[in-house]
């Protein structure tokens, strides 16, 4: 009976089992034995090298021409914008726009205003994204989506009211024009921070919690002790947007801060730009766009992984 049953089944076709060995390469673009050809993989290498030198062209070609015109007299900005570089070089430009046109004091404000608001920031996210994510109140999905919905609402509408509210404080009846706290508090206010930190905590598994809470561990321990340890990439990450969006934010500190001494360097280079010497303000522009560069290069690591998802908890 077994001997019938064996010889009645049918054997796999064999251009079923040939299509299983062959999936991986058909849905490549380039298959393996295309890549062994000499023509074939010459003709990638060049249209690798050729995509990597347009992105290097468009990408760093700015940035190479700030610093060559930074350094370039005033003259041949005009005469010869294109040129590789200028044929006598001023590297005091660079000295001269910190004093003179005083971009060291506008840098100064911009740090100040960008530290304020990655700390206010990160505060909120965190405590936000760990209570929507961890705690989970019952009242935890209708904030959830008043976050989400704040997310459908241009900045520009708000500045009207955000000037009042800052102006006349609820409660306090502070005045806070013209000081840093009108930048750094309004800055924790951010949505999308919030929902990338929750999103980064709802991937941390769920029995770290609960061994923790068996072992008596509470709402804070939780917080110092598992989930903090393990946001660094979208700690990282949160950080480098922040610092980024205060670094360049224009429209609020020019409303907020009215005193020339308190403004940071994106509100000051267009007043600066009227009266100073070419040469010495895109000098200012370079210095200006420098530490943004550095914090990346810095945190492109951290960034990378708290982009794609990593919370730490493999292996």
């Known amino acids: 009976m077994s001997l019938i049953t064996e010889a009645g089944k049918s054997p796999a076709p064999a251009s079923t089992a040939h299509r299983r060995t062959d999936a991986e390469p058909v849905s490549r673009l380039i298959s393996p034995h295309d ?59 660079l000295a001269a726009a910190l004093t003179d046109l005083e971009i060291g004091r506008y840098l100064l404000n911009s740090v100040l205003l960008a530290l304020g608001c990655l700390i206010a920031q990160l505060i909120v996210s965190t405590s936000a994204g760990f209570a929507l994510s961890v705690l989970k109140p019952r009242y935890g999905k209708v904030v959830y989506a008043l976050v989400l919905a704040t997310l459908l609402v241009p900045a520009t509408v708000s500045l009207v009211p955000l000037y009042l509210t800052v102006q006349n404080m609820p409660l306090l009846g502070v005045n806070l024009i013209d000081s840093f706290w009108a930048i750094w508090l309004p800055a924790g206010a951010n949505a999308f ?22 072992d008596g561990a509470g709402p804070l321990t ?33 409303i907020a801060l009215t005193d020339p001494q308190k403004q940071p360097i994106s509100v000051a280079l267009p007043v600066i730009a009227k009266t100073s010497d070419q040469g010495l303000l895109i000098a200012g522009l ?30």
């Open 193 to 214: 921070n919030v929902l990338l930190v929750k999103r980064f905590f709802d991937g941390i598994p769920a029995e770290l919690y609960e061994a923790a809470r068996v």
């Open 35 to 93: 890549r062994r050809r000499p023509a074939v993989r010459i003709g990638l290498r060049a249209t690798e090298a050729a995509v990597l030198a347009l992105l290097v062209l468009f990408c760093a070609g700015p940035v190479f021409w700030m610093l060559k015109a930074a350094v370039s007299p005033a003259s041949d900005i005009v005469s010869y914008p294109l040129s590789l570089w200028p044929s006598r070089t001023r590297f005091g430009n």
């Open 222 to 254: 939780l917080l110092c002790r598992i989930v903090l340890p393990m946001s660094r990439p979208v700690l990282a990450v949160v950080s480098l947007f922040t610092l980024v969006a205060s670094w360049k934010e224009f429209i609020w500190p020019l």
């Open 286 to 315: 370079f210095l200006a766009s420098v530490p943004p560069l550095l914090l990346f290069v810095v945190f492109q690591r951290q960034v990378v992984a708290g982009v794609g998802g990593e919370t730490g908890s493999k292996g």
